[in-house]
């Protein structure tokens, strides 16, 4: 079974922190993703990786860098949190093998930024 | 710019079957997909059909895929109270390229 999982499921930061968010996939893809959820406007596309030391920026990358020192491992970075970026993170790995390209998503992690 | 749009939200009584629907932009749409976020978890893949095929049943789910009108809907057949979850539509037109997903609808099952 392909695993996803994301160092923690509940985070409360202050403002101005500078916050970390690890995400792991055991499954040797090379492609890792980072999406943030809110109400009514489904997943957004924050930060994606097809690589080691490679990213690309998605939708909204605004506020956030990532990084990609090994390929199990991809980690979201919020410069400096703002109460805007209080939401739900989730991580998810693709196999570019897969006939379906199908993500696999880890199980979140709400931020709350106070 | 790509897009996807389904509606945010349905109720349906038990042992009704439940339609979801969803419309996309990119013609060059390639994979689309169906899937479900339960409370508190993240995204599980329910199916997916490739942009060749018009339908894809799998137990009590049914893809129906039109792509003249670019509209892709899931039957879920004898909804159950578990079935109560996010429904997500999303697209890639490209393998190994970031999904776009749609909003999400929120489905609710009441006995």
């Known amino acids: 079974d392909v695993k996803v999982t994301q160092s923690s499921r509940y985070l409360v930061k202050r403002t101005g922190e500078k916050v970390f968010l690890e995400c792991v996939q055991d499954m040797d893809h090379e492609n890792m993703f980072w999406y943030r959820q809110d109400p009514g406007l489904g997943l957004r596309l924050i930060y994606f990786s097809y690589d080691v030391k490679m990213k690309e920026k998605g939708d909204i990358p605004e506020g956030y860098s990532v990084s990609r020192e090994k390929k199990e491992r991809f980690s979201l970075i919020l410069e400096s949190a703002s109460t805007n970026q209080t939401s739900m993170y989730l991580c998810?790995?693709?196999?570019?093998?897969?006939?379906?390209?199908?993500?696999?998503f880890g199980q979140g992690t709400r931020l709350t930024v106070v | 710019g790509e897009d996807v749009e389904q509606s945010l939200f349905l109720s349906v009584r038990e042992g009704d079957s439940s339609v979801i629907n969803c419309t996309y932009t990119d013609s060059s749409s390639t994979y689309l997909y169906w899937y479900k976020q339960e409370p508190g978890a993240g995204l599980q893949l329910l199916t997916y059909i490739f942009s060749n095929m018009d339908m894809k049943q799998d137990q009590r789910l049914t893809v129906l895929l039109n792509k003249k009108d670019k509209h892709l809907s899931l039957r879920i057949a004898d909804t159950q109270t578990g079935d109560s979850a996010i429904y997500f539509c999303a697209e890639t037109h490209q393998a190994g390229t970031a999904l776009i997903f749609g909003k999400g609808t929120t489905l609710s099952v009441s006995s």
């Open positions: 998810a790995s693709q196999d570019l093998k897969a006939a379906n390209t199908e993500a696999f």
